[in-house]
């Protein structure tokens, strides 16, 4: 089993006990986001020790600039001695890129698309649909289609031999293993064919094929046809009508992304705030160029978003990680400044309790 399929079927199973593949990935980013908590802590504390060892910093760079080479060994020392790892926040933001990419690919996917690509979601209309796609009608025999639009095949087909019939056989590479004959015009059948090698049989077997029903899906707008492919020589080939579809603009999609900027903006706001020292002893360059990164990084993402099609199930995950970020910061802060606190009070005692006592003139 793959990691997509394996994603998949943690949503399905996720999904059988919430009830709906939305509130499934808002489950699954929660089961995350708690999974990652004391790695997300571990980061937040290295941001918090790095604001307040900044000056120190600063000064051991402004006294070393003319040799970079001592510098570095100086703050290695610094930085051994006051247990600090410069890479420390780093870890958090490598391990939450994989599970984006796996759930965009799971998603993305035409098991997914098969199975709950339809599902609503509040006032999402679909979960597998993007900024802008068309929303073809599954399973009614004709494709919805835009030129340019790409073709995949399920994993398993239905293949028909002169004795018998063999459900779920493997379909090999289908990502690549449909291709389109001739010229392809929306409004006009277009013409598929599958080489028979990947089909997982043997080849005797393949030999002996009549037709294979396989499960085809326009990965541009989501729509999944149940083909019936006919063997002619070394292929099976079909001819499937279709009509011509316009791309149209998903605002539901928009105001997720809306969503999903206003949340991380909000996360960097309250991220700077937590981490800005209280003696006001920051870099201002440093203030500066950080009050710029949360400021031009979400309309960056925006960007990014609105140019490379992202599902709004994936927008989902990222919003509702916002909002436990945000939620993690401050109950972090707070546990951060509680344990300063301390210290700072069990300081003054050690001081108060080892002086010594002067006793008044009569």
């Given at each position: 089993?793959?990691?997509?399929?394996?994603?998949?079927?943690?949503?399905?199973?996720?999904?059988?006990?919430?009830?709906?593949?939305?509130?499934?990935?808002?489950?699954?980013?929660i089961i995350v986001r708690l999974a990652m908590w004391p790695l997300n802590v571990s980061q937040q504390r290295s941001m918090k020790m790095m604001q307040d060892?900044?000056?120190?910093?600063?000064?051991?760079?402004?006294?070393?600039?003319?040799?970079?080479?001592?510098?570095?060994?100086?703050?290695?020392?610094?930085?051994?001695?006051?247990?600090?790892?410069?890479?420390?926040?780093?870890?958090?933001?490598?391990?939450?890129?994989?599970?984006?990419?796996?759930?965009?690919?799971?998603?993305?996917?035409?098991?997914?698309?098969?199975?709950?690509?339809?599902?609503?979601?509040?006032?999402?209309?679909?979960?597998?649909?993007?900024?802008?796609?068309?929303?073809?009608?599954?399973?009614?025999?004709?494709?919805?289609?835009?030129?340019?639009?790409?073709?995949?095949?399920?994993?398993?087909?239905?293949?028909?031999?002169?004795?018998?019939?063999?459900?779920?056989?493997?379909v090999v590479n289908p990502a690549k293993a449909v291709e389109i004959q001739g010229e392809f015009k929306p409004g006009e059948n277009v013409d598929f064919k599958?080489?028979?090698?990947?089909?997982?049989?043997?080849?005797?077997?393949?030999?002996?094929?009549?037709?294979?029903?396989?499960?085809?899906?326009?990965?541009?707008?989501?729509?999944?046809?149940?083909?019936?492919?006919?063997?002619?020589?070394?292929?099976?080939?079909?001819?499937?009508?279709?009509?011509?579809?316009?791309?149209?603009?998903?605002?539901?999609?928009?105001?997720?992304?809306?969503?999903?900027?206003?949340?991380?903006?909000?996360?960097?706001?309250?991220?700077?705030?937590?981490?800005?020292?209280?003696?006001?002893?920051?870099?201002?360059?440093?203030?500066?160029?950080?009050?710029?990164?949360?400021?031009?990084?979400?309309?960056?993402?925006?960007?990014?978003?609105?140019?490379?099609?992202?599902?709004?199930?994936?927008?989902?995950?990222?919003?509702?990680?916002?909002?436990?970020?945000?939620?993690?910061?401050?109950?972090?802060?707070?546990?951060?400044?509680?344990?300063?606190?301390?210290?700072?009070?069990?300081?003054?005692?050690?001081?108060?309790?080892?002086?010594?006592?002067?006793?008044?003139?009569?």
């Open positions: 089993m793959d990691f997509t399929t394996l994603t998949i079927e943690v949503l399905k199973a996720l999904a059988s006990v919430v009830g709906n593949y939305g509130f499934a990935i808002i489950v699954l980013t060892l900044q000056p120190k910093i600063k000064a051991i760079q402004d006294r070393y600039k003319s040799n970079p080479q001592v510098m570095q060994q100086k703050l290695m020392e610094f930085y051994k001695e006051h247990k600090f790892n410069p890479m420390g926040g780093c870890l958090p933001l490598l391990i939450q890129l994989p599970i984006f990419i796996l759930l965009y690919s799971a998603l993305m996917s035409p098991q997914f698309i098969q199975i709950a690509g339809d599902t609503s979601f509040g006032f999402l209309g679909r979960l597998d649909t993007t900024l802008r796609a068309t929303a073809g009608r599954s399973y009614d025999g004709t494709f919805g289609v835009s030129q340019g639009d790409t073709f995949t095949l399920g994993k398993t087909a239905k293949v028909y031999l002169p004795d018998e019939v063999l459900e779920n056989v493997k599958v080489d028979l090698d990947h089909l997982n049989l043997k080849f005797a077997q393949l030999d002996k094929i009549v037709k294979a029903e396989i499960a085809v899906t326009d990965m541009t707008n989501k729509e999944i046809e149940n083909v019936s492919f006919t063997k002619q020589g070394s292929i099976l080939a079909a001819s499937v009508p279709t009509t011509a579809a316009q791309r149209s603009f998903h605002w539901d999609v928009f105001l997720l992304i809306a969503l999903f900027a206003i949340t991380m903006f909000a996360a960097q706001k309250i991220m700077m705030a937590a981490n800005k020292p209280k003696n006001g002893s920051a870099d201002p360059a440093q203030e500066a160029i950080q009050k710029s990164m949360g400021t031009f990084m979400p309309i960056m993402i925006i960007g990014t978003f609105i140019i490379i099609p992202i599902p709004a199930g994936v927008l989902l995950y990222l919003v509702t990680s916002n909002i436990i970020q945000i939620v993690q910061t401050v109950v972090v802060n707070k546990q951060i400044e509680l344990e300063q606190n301390n210290k700072n009070v069990l300081a003054s005692d050690s001081d108060v309790d080892g002086a010594k006592k002067i006793e008044p003139k009569e």
